[in-house]
């Protein structure tokens, strides 16, 4: 079985191929970070036109990697939502087009599913079933994963994304787009402790998130000084461990709750390298093994559609009846 991905949600062109046997193919990936920067953030226009002008080149480009041909692909996997709808579109008929002129299926995959599967693509991969902690820029959630297309939330952010608040606190930093990395690079030069932010949410049960009052903590602390360098610097370190040790707390918690000793860490923020020692030191401190993807594979990417299109393929899947794409789409539906 061998799978093309296409992943178009937001401002990654994206296509892989893989295959059921031999593993992944070939990966092509194009950032359209230097398009955005100068406007702060995804302009969602600008984002769908330059997928536009990447997706066949970045496809020929993986079909050369992988030795691979028309006659060798068995489906045409695409993201086809949650994302920005424009950017969904182009990738799905795209994909669409491509499967009706090769005479292959096309089938509709869930950006969410494949995070968290993109742990599945490492040479030690974790099995069925597993707790799974979904961290990005978008989302934030705690997953009950008994099996391919069988997910149950057990928190989630009641406000904005871990990733988000990353990227807005940044933004109060002074620091460029995409700032949620540029924001942990800077705390690599502050001093731990030298401020104390809260951890919300832990002081009461349950396993939800909420961070939109650490960022106004942040706000509060840089108002009314002078942004020096050590002081950035300091606020930075302390935002980061006020939202890593939350993250680790409420894995904590979700561990003990649901009797899982295997914890897939997946999203963008999963390639931040405090939180992946923290949560190292916690799967030591639990006896949890704790699986993360390869940076690479934490952003949006088409490895992981590409497998996600393989698996749903191998379980029976049937090709997406329309275009199918969704700005808002909830993991649990649907995802069958």
């Not at 951890?199 to 650490?214: A, E, T, V």
């Not at 939202?243 to 897939?264: F, M, P, W």
Request: one cysteine or more; a neutral charge; charged letters at 25%.
């Amino acid at each position: 079985m061998r799978v093309i991905g296409i992943e178009s949600s937001c401002d990654e062109t994206a296509v892989a191929v893989y295959d059921g046997e031999s593993g992944l193919l070939a990966h092509q990936l194009h950032s359209q970070v230097a398009l955005h920067q100068a406007y702060g953030g995804v302009v969602p226009e600008l984002a769908s036109r330059d997928h536009i002008v990447r997706l066949l080149p970045l496809l020929r480009c993986a079909l050369a990697e992988a030795r691979s041909t028309r006659e060798s692909i068995d489906a045409i996997a695409y993201t086809a939502g949650p994302g920005l709808i424009g950017a969904l579109l182009v990738g799905s008929g795209f994909a669409r087009g491509l499967a009706y002129a090769w005479g292959k299926p096309a089938l509709a995959i869930h950006h969410l599913e494949g995070h968290l599967l993109a742990p599945l693509l490492e040479a030690d991969p974790p099995a069925f079933p597993f707790l799974a902690l979904l961290v990005s820029g978008g989302h934030t959630q705690l997953i009950d994963v008994a099996g391919l297309g069988r997910y149950r939330i057990l928190g989630e952010s009641l406000d904005d994304a871990a990733g988000e608040a990353f990227d807005k606190t940044a933004k109060l930093l002074g620091l460029d787009y995409p700032g949620g990395a540029a924001l942990a690079r800077l705390a690599e030069r502050g001093r731990s402790n030298a401020w104390r932010f809260p951890r919300p949410m832990l002081d009461r049960p349950g396993l939800d998130f909420s961070f939109s009052g650490l960022k106004t903590a942040a706000l509060v602390a840089l108002r009314g000084r002078d942004l020096d360098d050590g002081l950035r610097a300091d606020v930075a370190r302390g935002f980061e461990e006020a939202v890593v040790d939350t993250l680790a707390e409420k894995c904590r918690r979700a561990l003990r709750a649901s009797g899982h000793r295997r914890l897939v860490v997946a999203g963008g923020v999963g390639a931040n390298q405090r939180l992946r020692a923290r949560l190292r030191r916690l799967g030591d401190e639990t006896g949890a093994r704790v699986y993360f993807p390869r940076p690479e594979f934490c952003t949006d990417n088409g490895a992981m559609i590409a497998l996600a299109g393989c698996l749903r393929m191998q379980a029976g899947a049937r090709p997406a009846p329309g275009p199918g794409v969704r700005a808002v789409w909830e993991l649990a539906d649907d995802v069958t």
